[in-house]
């Protein structure tokens, strides 16, 4: 469809770039990114774009603030370059949490950060496992939501745990919690939180039969590891054996990885939608590569090809 394919990483997550660009058999095109003394971004291309099919690769992991700037500021060159098409790969989307005004005064900052990538100059998005499915109604560009729910539940599915139980963190969750026992043909088991009162904290109950069994604990996103922390407690005194988590993006902000370092936890699984450098990564985790897909779908994007048929849509 296009002249030539161009992939640009960002400074957030370049070892993922690279995996996708190893899969796309294409080289990881130049640019230099440079901060002056007073924090502002410069970037200049290494080569022309003109006329190309130009994918910008950068995770919204800390300094959140920073990446975004950054990922606008490359968007804006490259529709100075003349790009035909600039599509931006987000495998973290920024700001998805504040999807909606609950409380009054408060603003919709994933709907702000939609119409900065949209004016910077992007004519399509690409994320992984949006917080909120609404999110998409807010670009008024195309884009893909993908999701990295196959590549977790085949690992699981692979692994065969025996009397094995999927366990959702909460009801919000229970939807996907369900599609991912379906999946490993296992039971469904939800969290559920009552306040006692105005002034007395949450209780947890477990919804389902976990005694005895081997649970997976299934969520979106790690912070802080204290809705892990809670679910885990719950889980072990209603007699559960073993414990897994399986989760897509981790964030991992201070102090996730002591809490999860402290939790008797049989394993770790997530992926690389973010960077998660050394010392985050403890011994019983697993990280799964999210390179292949978001790989074939810039491939499928690139030559005109349905990418809903890649999961039998």
Do not use: W
Not at 81 to 110: C, G, N
Not at 119 to 129: L, S
């Amino acid at each position: 469809m296009y002249r030539d394919l161009a992939v640009f990483s960002g400074s957030a997550n370049p070892d993922l770039a690279r995996e996708i660009c190893e899969y796309l058999d294409t080289p990881l095109r130049g640019m230099d990114i440079i901060d002056f003394p007073n924090e502002n971004i410069f970037i200049k291309l290494h080569r022309s774009v003109r006329g190309q099919d130009v994918y910008v690769i950068q995770s919204t992991c800390p300094p959140v603030n920073r990446n975004i700037m950054e990922l606008l500021i490359i968007i804006d060159t490259l529709k100075r370059a003349s790009a035909e098409q600039i599509t931006a790969v987000m495998p973290l989307f920024p700001y998805a949490r504040s999807d909606k005004k609950d409380q009054p005064r408060v603003p919709i900052t994933a709907r702000l950060i939609a119409d900065l990538i949209t004016v910077a100059g992007a004519n399509r998005y690409m994320t992984i496992d949006l917080h909120a499915g609404q999110i998409q109604g807010f670009f008024s560009i195309p884009g893909d939501e993908l999701t990295a729910f196959h590549i977790l539940s085949d690992y699981f599915l692979e692994k065969n745990i025996p009397n094995a139980v999927v366990v959702s963190p909460d009801l919000g969750f229970a939807k996907k919690a369900r599609n991912f026992a379906e999946k490993l043909h296992a039971p469904l088991a939800v969290i559920e939180k009552r306040r006692k009162s105005s002034l007395r904290p949450e209780a947890l109950n477990v919804i389902g039969d976990v005694r005895g069994k081997n649970a997976i604990l299934v969520d979106d996103e790690v912070l802080t590891a204290g809705t892990v922390v809670e679910a885990v407690d719950v889980l072990k005194s209603c007699g559960v054996d073993r414990i897994f988590i399986s989760f897509t993006h981790a964030v991992l902000t201070d102090p996730a990885t002591e809490r999860l370092r402290s939790l008797p936890l049989e394993e770790i699984v997530t992926t690389n939608t973010v960077t998660i450098p050394p010392e985050k990564r403890l011994p019983n985790m697993t990280i799964l590569s999210v390179a292949p897909l978001l790989g074939e779908v810039i491939r499928r994007t690139h030559l005109g090809i349905s990418v809903g048929e890649m999961f039998n849509e």
